[in-house]
């Protein structure tokens, strides 16, 4: 899911509706989150994070919410730096 390859209106507005449900549902993981990413940490980082909590499969709907999320953090991180 990295950000370069969900280019498109549908996959923005997913991963930006996940984002802000995420911080309206779990503001300390959307923080956490968003720290993460500030630091540099990649999207593949994120998920191996994401793996040891719960487990291999990434496809749980609040995993799913937390890497969407994480995604579009990291896009608009590259955007502001255009």
Known sequence: MKAENNIGPLSKAIDHQSAEWLEANAPDIFDALDRELQNG???????????????NDLREPFVVRILQAADFISSESINETR
Request: proline residues 0%; without cysteine; glycine residues 6%.
């Open 41 to 55: 940490r990649s999207l593949e980082d994120i998920r191996k994070i994401l793996r040891r909590k719960f487990g």
